[in-house]
């Protein structure tokens, strides 16, 4: 089964700064499978970045996924106030069929 | 829009057993795949279980298989989970959601199950 690691887990910025998101997994994961999402305090999760590049439906082009195999970043260019939140990665993994989530960051207001 | 409404949820003592119903509405349901996720208080998501359009084979998280269940009533437009013998530790917040299986897209706003004496 293939862990996600997720780095750092607090992330201390303030609004305007670019905040940059790590996700690293155990082993090599297709970047098709590769997926962020957003969660705010009592709401649900919202999808942010799907097949790691992909921005989803309404999803402002501040957010931007990068990266392959075992490394992978999601980067908000310029925070903005509604953007404090916890964010987490998630991979789907063949063997079993599954998904695994990191345990998340958490983008706090500096 | 899509609209995924969770009931069900409430306070179960150990041992006992649950179903979770997820009403959706806004997009073909019977042409989409459905998960169940959960979030115990205060951590982080677990991925619970999978079901396709049709129905024709389930995926369980390693934690849940053989307690849990998951169904669809297309006819119904309604995700179900059910399981038995519930335990302190399933405490969470159950979520539905739509997607592929790779992918969840949207997600229910969630129903709260507490397991407790």
């Known amino acids: 089964e293939i862990v996600l690691t997720q780095s750092p887990g607090t992330l201390s910025l303030s609004p305007g700064e670019r905040a940059t998101l790590s996700c690293r997994a155990s082993?090599?994961?297709?970047?098709?499978?590769l997926a962020w999402y957003q969660q705010k305090p009592g709401q649900a999760p919202r999808l942010l970045i799907y097949g790691a590049f992909s921005r989803a439906t309404g999803i402002p082009d501040r957010f931007s996924g990068s990266g392959s195999g075992t490394d992978f970043t999601l980067t908000i260019s310029r925070l903005e106030a509604e953007d404090f939140a916890v964010y987490y990665c998630q991979q789907y993994g063949r063997s079993p069929p599954g998904l695994t989530f990191g345990g998340g960051t958490k983008v706090e207001i500096k | 829009q899509v609209q995924l409404v969770e009931s069900g949820g409430g306070v179960v003592q150990p041992g006992g057993s649950l179903r979770l119903s997820c009403a959706a509405s806004g997009f073909s349901f019977s042409s989409y795949g459905m998960h169940w996720v959960r979030q115990a208080p205060g951590k982080g998501l677990e991925w619970v279980a999978f079901?396709?359009?049709?129905?024709?084979?389930?995926y369980y998280a390693d934690s849940v298989k053989g307690r849990f269940t998951i169904s669809r009533d297309n006819s119904k437009k309604t995700l179900y989970l059910q399981w038995n013998s519930l335990r302190p530790e399933d405490t969470a917040v159950y979520y539905c959601a739509k997607g592929r299986i790779e992918v969840i897209d949207y997600w229910g706003q969630g129903t709260l199950v507490t397991v407790s004496s």
């Open positions: 079901i396709p359009y049709d129905g024709s084979n389930k």
């Open positions: 082993q090599s994961v297709s970047s098709s499978y």
